[in-house]
């Protein structure tokens, strides 16, 4: 289960608590470091204030020590937007509002989601993308932007109104000195954003291949795709005009994919290319490559950790741990019982081992259990015996028996690599594709 954003409570406050000497008013000061709240309060009649505290999803609470005495009091509410209210353990009850024209010139920009909209409060609420959600205050002279989505600058923007932003909308919201509302907000449409996506996708399968690269001359890479029919060559010719992204390490998400060269690609990595086709096929002028190193592992699960949404597998081959984290992203698949699977009644066979894998039946983590067999494609990660999946495929023990079967005293390993003519078998071994989205 994956834990409530907490909300953003860093910045200056003005607060009023009450007491046994009656009520008291101040600055409220606090620093932030992601749940962890430092905090300052310069009470009247009391003098400054200091303490600690924490912050849970809209649940705060913290505790202020009075100067020169070893006297300590409790705080604990909630947080709305611009407003904190609450009670303290001596039973009064205090409250703290935003000094939100400091805040938003302190505040320069915002880039984010937006999660909702408060139209009586004229509040629009954001998750960041650098963490936390926020409130934003808006107004009669908040400018209004709608973007297209990929535009560079905001010479092809169009006016727009607050009633135009929905939830789930990207945003980019900027503030200037003086004014406490956001000055303006530019507005990428989601609904935008999924049809640039859903072009996109259609686009990488009409004009894109996937495969190995199984070897290098100058700009040309050759590239080899995998399918139970055998294997088929593509030469990529690489331009000054080509677009070369390299994934990144512990990230799945095809976006994270980040600026390369030519020269890092070696062979045994894996490409996925679109661009324009020879009359023959066999060559493709790129247009896009994005590429990765990427890891292969058969083991025997040990710990399936829901909570953390980890999973720690014995590496087949040699015999160390390693976990694998599995995210919102991770594509999780689980291998249907042979001996229950349909017969393919004359279907047409998937052009490619990484169409085949798409077709594999989505499963969940609650598909791989203790002491069963799964094959997990991963990025090399940032820590040794630490990988993020980018596809995990669960119930995979049938499949390794009849491997076997195949290659008498064969490892596991082994017999899959020999499976249908070494259509799994990559440069380095057996090997499943991984960019494929």
């Not at 200091?50 to 705060?60: A, C, E, I, L, Q």
């Not at 495969?211 to 294997?231: N, P």
Request: proline share 4%; hydrophobic share 40%; net charge negative.
């Amino acid at each position: 289960m994956q834990a409530a954003t907490s909300a953003q409570v860093a910045g200056k406050w003005q607060m009023t608590m009450e007491s046994p000497h009656g009520v008291v008013k101040g600055p409220f000061k606090v620093e932030q470091d992601d749940g962890k709240l430092t905090i300052s309060f310069d009470a009247e009649a009391f003098g400054k204030l200091s303490g600690t505290g924490s912050v849970d999803g809209n649940k705060v609470s913290f505790s202020l020590t009075v100067p020169n005495g070893p006297q300590e009091f409790g705080f604990s509410g909630t947080v709305d937007g611009s407003k904190m209210t609450g009670t303290t353990e001596m039973g009064g009850a205090w409250s703290a509002t935003r000094d939100t024209a400091q805040a938003a010139a302190a505040q320069k920009s915002i880039l984010g989601t937006v999660s909702g909209i408060r139209v009586k409060s004229l509040e629009l609420g954001v998750n960041a993308d650098g963490g936390g959600a926020v409130w934003v205050k808006f107004g009669g002279d908040t400018d209004v932007l709608l973007a297209a989505p990929g535009d560079k600058d905001l010479s092809h923007a169009t006016p727009g109104r607050i009633a135009d932003v929905s939830r789930d909308d990207r945003v980019l919201v900027s503030f200037v000195e003086g004014m406490a509302e956001a000055r303006r907000i530019v507005v990428v449409s989601a609904s935008e954003i999924a049809r640039r996506n859903a072009a996109e996708r259609l686009d990488w399968e009409k004009r894109g291949v996937t495969g190995f690269v199984a070897a290098r001359d100058g700009a040309d890479i050759v590239l080899e795709t995998r399918s139970l029919q055998g294997a088929q060559r593509t030469t990529l010719t690489v331009t000054a005009k080509t677009g070369v992204r390299r994934y990144a390490p512990d990230s799945v998400k095809f976006a994270d994919a980040e600026p390369a060269s030519l020269a890092e690609i070696a062979v045994g990595d894996q490409i996925r290319a679109r661009g324009d086709r020879s009359e023959d096929g066999g060559r493709l002028t790129a247009q896009d490559v994005v590429f990765g190193t990427f890891l292969t592992t058969l083991g025997k699960v040990e710990v399936v950790d829901r909570e953390k949404g980890e999973v720690r597998i014995v590496d087949s081959e040699s015999k160390k741990e390693l976990v694998v984290r599995v995210t919102a992203d991770t594509q999780m698949k689980k291998l249907p019982d042979l001996h229950e699977a349909p017969a393919g009644h004359g279907a047409r066979q998937p052009a490619s081992l990484a169409q085949m894998l798409q077709q594999l039946p989505a499963g969940g983590i609650d598909d791989l259990k203790v002491g069963g067999t799964a094959i997990v494609t991963s990025t090399r990660g940032s820590h040794p015996g630490r990988v993020t999946g980018i596809m995990v495929i669960a119930n995979v023990d049938e499949l390794i028996q009849i491997a076997q079967s195949q290659s008498e005293g064969a490892s596991p390993m082994e017999a899959l690599n020999r499976m249908h003519g070494g259509a799994m078998t990559g440069p380095g071994g057996f090997s499943l594709p991984a960019i494929m989205q």
